[in-house]
């Protein structure tokens, strides 16, 4: 039986070793950390589930499948989900005013229809760039800009346009309808991730922090791009100093129960525009987005990104209070606190901007040792749909080359 080590034994580790396991290989899986899920966790409390990071997969048939093999209950949004708010002086479900609205609209349809081509983004041009370009200075500041924000943790001012447009173009994309998770959240995908694993002959090795130069044949390098520069440091010093180079940035969440719930904005949650001189990136609204999982109304709320790192400094109490401060000015709401959940993510996450788009560009023109194959939302895109699809095809690629 052919060997395959991966290194990193959060979504991406998990999902590519059950494929590689799944194709006849034997996996050795090294997570240094004690536990496996890397990003991905969820806490209890007496009150209700708080997750640690994400919490939902976009549900792609490939996401709905593997819950379906894992045997996993999908858990799928409520109704009032649907709802979406957007700040602009409170928080609006459509924060454009009707000329603002018109206008954008006399922009794009007609190129939609006529010529989808043009709206694509321009290699080295930022968000900020193509959403002026295209859109105008308000849908990009209340709209692009904070929806951008909510999935890749920074504001859009150098943030790369054709990183995370162009996928949007591609004919053959995943279509997703909505959301899905674990009944008991993202730790429940986990669990059913680490079970089949266990199936299917996987060996896990815990707290083993490990380097590739430790390791013979082909290696699957499931980390975080700064997890990739360390382990290929020595087995692979040019491949590590080019992802060395890509900006990690740090976010926090932070889920807050409440005593009593607020029913003045019942929907999945509020992104904050930048210029409100308001630090939280986002929240979630998650007694609003899935049932059961809650005694009481509780939200999530996201904050960080490279320019404000420093927030990881704030002792809890300051914490709290800036945000008792900022849910005031945004939901207009003084709620008594009866719990709360927080997580520092130091690097958490790959900074989307126009040096990873470098990066991205050299690497594909580096070669890269026939037995070192790289993974993570540093390549696929951040999501973890994204991430289960690259598991597939790097899977199928190792089983062509190595099989
Ligand atoms: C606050 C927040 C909210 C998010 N929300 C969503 C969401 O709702 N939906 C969504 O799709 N995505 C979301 N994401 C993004 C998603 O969670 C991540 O992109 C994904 O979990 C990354 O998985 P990964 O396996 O690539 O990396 P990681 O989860 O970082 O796992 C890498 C693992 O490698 C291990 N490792 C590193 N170096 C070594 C070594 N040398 N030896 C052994 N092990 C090593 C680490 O300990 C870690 O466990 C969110 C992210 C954050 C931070």
Redesign the pocket.
Known sequence: MKKVTV????????TVSLRLAQKGFQVEL????SR?????GTDCTEYGIA????????RTERAENLFKELGLEASLPLESSKKRFIFRSKPKTMPLNPLELLSVALRVVPRMIFAKKTLKPQAGETLLTWGHRQLGKAPTRFLLGPAMQG?Y?NEITDLSASLILSPLFNKNRERYKG?LTGPGGMQDLVDHLEEALKKAGVQIHLN????AKDIQGPVVI???AK??S??LQERAPQISQLLGRIEMSS???VTLFFKKAQTAFEGFGCLIPRGFDIKTLGILMNSYIFRDRDKVYNETW?LGGVKESDLLKLSDEELLKLLAEERFKILGQKDTLVEYRI?R?DH??PYYDLKLEEVQAELSQIVIPKDIFL???YLSG??????LERSDRLSEEIARTHG
């Not at 090294?30 to 950390?33: A, D, G, V």
């Not at 496996?36 to 991905?40: F, P, Q, R």
């Not at 997750?51 to 976009?58: M, S, T």
């Not at 951040?382 to 991430?387: C, E, H, N, Q, V």
């Open positions: 290194i990193g034994g959060g979504f991406a580790g998990l090294h997570e240094k950390s496996l899920g890397g990003l991905l997750e640690r990071a994400a919490n939902a997969l976009i999935i943790g959301l083993s922090n490990i380097s499931a980390t975080s997890g990739a360390e382990a976010l926090m969440s996201i997580n993510w958490a996450l993974h993570g939302n951040i999501g973890l749909s994204k991430i």
